[in-house]
């Protein structure tokens, strides 16, 4: 037997033994997570017919990953979107119910129709007060939810950004280390492994690009094209309620360019979901009180101990609404509108007038409730000119609406996200039955090999034997 083949057959027993550990550590990483299927094949040595393995490689297809941590980012931004929305409808609740907002002022004006028959009954009288402290309830309730939901979208904003700048600064980290072991043609696919976990944790913060540069490392831009890591780790930072902004090392910030992910779904909650169901519950708040100012104004005819007798809804129970002095004083309105402190003191105020029985005013607070062409702010988002109570009941179903598409599509791209991370699965995981298939074949390798070196070894044994050498 040749030298050829007895070298022939060390060099397949040294590349089986490579790949016997590479499949056998598939095996024993199969259910770990972030791990991905390791490859190693034999190849010509170029020495005559002996055998060598490859580098260790990972089955990855970069491009899915890249769709996978896409939609990663998309299913993010919709659950954060979708939980605000979530928690105002439930305290909005069903708009044509008895409770809802639409209702109360429905109410309102069959409690003043009451009146309006039995103007001196004083269980009536207390009935329009409670009926108005209603309004107010349903409207002061359903504007701190949402202010809730803004300050609790704040409070995530923070952690998210933390959480974002530690995953990137180990990126950094994991590059640097990439970078110098390939350099001396070390296996780096388990740190590889654990820069693909972190990015896709990344992902779920906000949208990110990635791109491989020379050498190994990556470099990571937000879906607007914002540099996060280019060789050099920017900080993402937010100060107050502003904007979410990156700084490089030398100080300069740029407002970063986030679409997705949670920091994207808990920015568009606090600056865009948030702020516009609030200012249209301020302008309604707005449109009642100032509807029955003008009720004051248009009947002097009150008892003197009384001032503004019909300024039935008040700036916190004493102060009148002044938004010609001081237009901002509607931002946040609804939060605090209450029923004048004089009328929920003295219900019988409601009929003190001069002339007993007169129901003017009375009539006037019922005209405004059934009207249709009091005006809104069109800026809110409301329309030019509704009803109270039809207006109202716009902006709840407005926000069930919303509410009800963005968990649709929530659920069709989780849907989504689930079918890409099987395909991710199906080329990087590990299936221990073809794993197990292969070691099987190896081993058969390894043994033929092997019994090749002892063959061998036996004819050189008889050889030596035979011309009185020692046999060993």
């Given amino acids: 037997m040749s030298d050829v083949a007895i070298s022939n057959a060390a060099s397949g027993i040294y590349a089986t033994q490579a790949q016997i550990n590479t499949v056998s550590d598939n095996i024993s990483n199969a259910s770990t997570p972030g791990y991905s299927r390791k490859l190693q094949s034999q190849v010509d040595n170029g020495q005559g017919g002996g055998t060598q393995v490859t580098d260790v490689s990972r089955a990855v297809d970069d491009a899915l990953s890249a769709q996978a941590r896409n939609q990663n980012s998309l299913v993010a931004s919709l659950t954060a979107q979708s939980t605000a929305l979530n928690n105002i409808e439930q305290v909005s609740g069903d708009p044509t119910a ?3 907002l639409a209702a109360q002022f429905t109410q309102l004006k069959n409690s ?14 207390t009935a329009v007060i409670t009926s108005a402290q209603g309004v107010v309830s349903s409207l002061n309730t359903l504007w701190k939810t949402a202010d809730q939901s803004s300050t609790q979208a704040q409070t995530n904003l923070v952690s998210n950004v933390a959480a974002a700048n530690a995953l990137v600064a180990q990126v950094a980290q994991l590059n640097t280390q990439i970078v110098a072991y390939q350099s001396t043609n ?40 914002q540099a996060i890591l280019d060789g050099v780790q920017r900080t993402l930072t937010i100060n107050g309620t502003g904007p979410v902004q990156i700084t490089d090392p030398s100080g300069v910030s740029v407002t970063a360019s986030i679409k997705s992910g949670s920091i994207g779904g808990n920015l568009a909650v606090r600056d865009q979901i948030v702020p516009t169901f609030k200012s249209q519950l301020d302008d309604v708040a707005r449109a009642v009180t100032q509807g029955f100012d003008a009720i004051a ?36 309105y609804a939060g605090r509108i209450t029923v004048n402190t004089s009328f929920v003191a003295t219900p019988s105020l409601l ?7 007169d129901t003017t005013s009375i009539n006037a607070a019922i005209a405004l409730l059934n009207s249709t062409t ?11 000119s509704g009803s109270l109570a039809d207006v109202s009941s716009g902006i709840i179903t407005s926000n069930s609406g919303q509410a009800s598409a963005t968990a649709a599509n929530l659920t069709n791209q989780t849907s989504i996200q689930t079918s890409l991370d099987q395909k991710v699965a199906s080329v990087s995981g590990v299936n221990t039955d073809q794993e197990f298939t292969h ?5 058969q390798s390894y043994s033929a090999n092997a019994k090749v070196l002892q063959t061998a070894k036996s004819l050189f044994n008889t050889l030596f034997a035979a011309v009185g050498g020692t046999v060993g």
């Fill in 98 to 100: 008895n409770t809802s």
């Fill in 439 to 443: 070691l099987t074949q190896l081993q």
């Fill in 186 to 225: 070390t296996d780096v696919t388990s740190l590889q492994d654990q820069r693909d976990t972190a990015l896709k944790s990344l992902s779920g913060y906000l949208d990110v690009q990635v791109y491989n540069q020379p050498g190994g490392a990556v470099s990571i831009y937000t879906g607007g094209n």
């Fill in 297 to 332: 104004a248009a009947t002097p005819a009150v008892a003197p101990a009384v001032t503004g007798i019909y300024d039935l809804f008040t700036d916190g129970g004493t102060t009148d609404l002044n938004l010609t002095t001081t237009p901002t004083e509607v931002n946040g």
């Fill in 112 to 125: 003043f129709t009451s009146l309006q028959a039995s103007t001196s009954d004083s269980a009536t009288q």
């Fill in 351 to 357: 009929t003190n007038t001069t002339t007993t029985g």
């Fill in 374 to 384: 009091t005006s809104f702010t069109t800026t809110t988002g409301l329309p030019a």
